[in-house]
Protein backbone atom coordinates (compact mmCIF):
# COMPACT_ATOMS: atom_id res chain seq x y z
CA UNK A 1 0.00 0.00 0.00
CA UNK A 2 1.02 3.46 -0.59
CA UNK A 3 -0.38 6.98 -0.12
CA UNK A 4 -1.19 9.18 -3.21
CA UNK A 5 -1.83 12.96 -2.42
CA UNK A 6 -4.59 14.23 -5.19
CA UNK A 7 -3.69 17.21 -7.02
CA UNK A 8 -6.78 19.98 -6.66
CA UNK A 9 -6.66 19.86 -10.53
CA UNK A 10 -7.73 16.25 -10.36
CA UNK A 11 -10.12 16.47 -7.92
CA UNK A 12 -13.35 16.56 -10.50
CA UNK A 13 -11.82 13.19 -11.57
CA UNK A 14 -11.05 11.52 -8.43
CA UNK A 15 -14.30 12.70 -5.91
CA UNK A 16 -16.83 10.27 -7.45
CA UNK A 17 -14.43 7.37 -6.84
CA UNK A 18 -13.57 8.22 -3.19
CA UNK A 19 -17.09 9.81 -2.60
CA UNK A 20 -19.50 6.66 -1.30
CA UNK A 21 -16.25 5.62 1.11
CA UNK A 22 -16.38 8.90 2.57
CA UNK A 23 -19.75 9.23 2.89
CA UNK A 24 -19.45 6.08 5.46
CA UNK A 25 -16.11 7.53 7.35
CA UNK A 26 -19.02 10.19 7.73
CA UNK A 27 -21.74 8.42 9.14
CA UNK A 28 -19.19 6.93 11.74
CA UNK A 29 -20.06 8.17 15.54
CA UNK A 30 -17.56 10.62 16.52
CA UNK A 31 -17.73 12.38 12.80
CA UNK A 32 -18.98 15.60 12.98
CA UNK A 33 -18.05 16.27 9.74
CA UNK A 34 -20.87 15.79 6.16
CA UNK A 35 -19.03 14.51 2.88
CA UNK A 36 -20.17 17.64 1.23
CA UNK A 37 -18.00 19.51 3.64
CA UNK A 38 -14.85 17.20 3.29
CA UNK A 39 -15.55 18.21 -0.59
CA UNK A 40 -15.78 22.26 -0.19
CA UNK A 41 -12.29 21.83 2.70
CA UNK A 42 -10.57 19.84 -0.65
CA UNK A 43 -11.93 22.23 -3.08
CA UNK A 44 -10.85 25.51 -0.87
CA UNK A 45 -7.12 23.92 -0.55
CA UNK A 46 -7.72 23.72 3.34
CA UNK A 47 -7.43 19.98 3.65
CA UNK A 48 -5.82 17.57 1.28
CA UNK A 49 -7.22 13.79 -0.31
CA UNK A 50 -5.21 11.68 -0.02
CA UNK A 51 -5.90 8.07 -1.59
CA UNK A 52 -4.88 4.85 -0.28
CA UNK A 53 -3.53 2.65 -3.14
CA UNK A 54 -3.68 -0.99 -3.35
CA UNK A 55 -1.06 -3.74 -4.29
CA UNK A 56 -2.81 -3.47 -7.94
CA UNK A 57 -2.36 -0.12 -8.21
CA UNK A 58 -5.88 0.89 -7.79
CA UNK A 59 -7.30 2.81 -5.26
CA UNK A 60 -9.09 1.28 -2.27
CA UNK A 61 -9.31 3.62 0.09
CA UNK A 62 -9.23 7.19 0.77
CA UNK A 63 -8.68 10.15 3.52
CA UNK A 64 -8.97 13.72 4.25
CA UNK A 65 -6.29 15.47 6.13
CA UNK A 66 -5.68 18.60 7.48
CA UNK A 67 -2.61 20.87 9.12
CA UNK A 68 -3.85 22.75 11.81
CA UNK A 69 -1.22 25.73 13.04
CA UNK A 70 -2.03 24.81 17.47
CA UNK A 71 -2.72 28.05 19.82
CA UNK A 72 0.83 26.57 21.41
CA UNK A 73 2.75 26.65 18.71
CA UNK A 74 3.48 24.04 16.53
CA UNK A 75 1.76 22.16 13.77
CA UNK A 76 -0.96 19.31 13.99
CA UNK A 77 -1.78 16.73 11.28
CA UNK A 78 -5.59 15.92 11.82
CA UNK A 79 -7.17 12.82 9.74
CA UNK A 80 -11.07 14.24 9.35
CA UNK A 81 -12.23 11.26 7.85
CA UNK A 82 -11.09 7.71 6.29
CA UNK A 83 -12.83 4.82 3.96
CA UNK A 84 -13.06 2.34 1.89
CA UNK A 85 -11.78 -0.81 1.57
CA UNK A 86 -9.61 -3.70 3.08
CA UNK A 87 -9.35 -1.50 6.41
CA UNK A 88 -7.29 -4.57 7.87
CA UNK A 89 -4.49 -3.64 5.26
CA UNK A 90 -4.32 0.13 6.21
CA UNK A 91 -2.30 -0.02 9.26
CA UNK A 92 0.76 0.53 7.48
CA UNK A 93 -0.68 3.51 6.28
CA UNK A 94 -0.95 5.40 9.35
CA UNK A 95 3.14 5.19 9.25
CA UNK A 96 3.35 6.84 6.24
CA UNK A 97 0.81 9.76 7.56
CA UNK A 98 2.82 10.17 9.57
CA UNK A 99 6.14 10.76 7.68
CA UNK A 100 4.10 12.97 5.52
CA UNK A 101 2.82 15.09 8.39
CA UNK A 102 7.05 14.93 9.82
CA UNK A 103 7.45 16.39 6.81
CA UNK A 104 5.28 19.15 6.66
CA UNK A 105 6.31 20.67 10.16
CA UNK A 106 3.59 18.74 12.21
CA UNK A 107 4.48 17.77 15.66
CA UNK A 108 1.70 15.37 16.15
CA UNK A 109 -0.92 13.12 14.11
CA UNK A 110 -4.58 12.73 15.81
CA UNK A 111 -7.67 11.79 14.78
CA UNK A 112 -11.48 10.85 16.08
CA UNK A 113 -11.14 6.62 16.87
CA UNK A 114 -13.07 4.27 18.94
CA UNK A 115 -11.62 3.54 21.97
CA UNK A 116 -10.74 -0.68 20.88
CA UNK A 117 -8.41 1.06 18.74
CA UNK A 118 -5.80 1.20 21.74
CA UNK A 119 -5.03 -2.34 21.45
CA UNK A 120 -3.53 -1.57 17.87
CA UNK A 121 -1.94 1.88 18.20
CA UNK A 122 0.10 1.62 21.83
CA UNK A 123 1.84 4.56 20.42
CA UNK A 124 -1.29 6.89 21.06
CA UNK A 125 -2.65 8.57 23.77
CA UNK A 126 -6.17 8.00 23.29
CA UNK A 127 -9.13 10.47 24.98
CA UNK A 128 -12.68 10.09 25.66
CA UNK A 129 -14.91 11.86 23.59
CA UNK A 130 -18.36 11.91 24.75
CA UNK A 131 -21.83 13.49 23.33
CA UNK A 132 -25.05 13.72 24.70
CA UNK A 133 -27.95 14.62 21.80
CA UNK A 134 -31.01 16.32 24.03
CA UNK A 135 -34.54 16.19 22.81
CA UNK A 136 -36.10 19.58 21.85
CA UNK A 137 -37.94 21.31 24.66
CA UNK A 138 -41.73 21.67 24.77
Known sequence: MHL???????LARAWPVVEPWLAQACARPGCDLTVEDLHALVRAGQ????LIV????????AGVTQVRD???GGRSCCVLAVG??????WRGTLALIEA???RNGCSRVEFVGRAGWAA???????????????????
Open 47 to 50: ALLV
Open 4 to 10: HPVDPAD
Open 84 to 89: GRGARD
Open 70 to 72: LAA
Open 100 to 102: GAA
Open 54 to 61: GAAGAPVA
Open 120 to 138: LLPDYQVDAYYVKHLGVAA
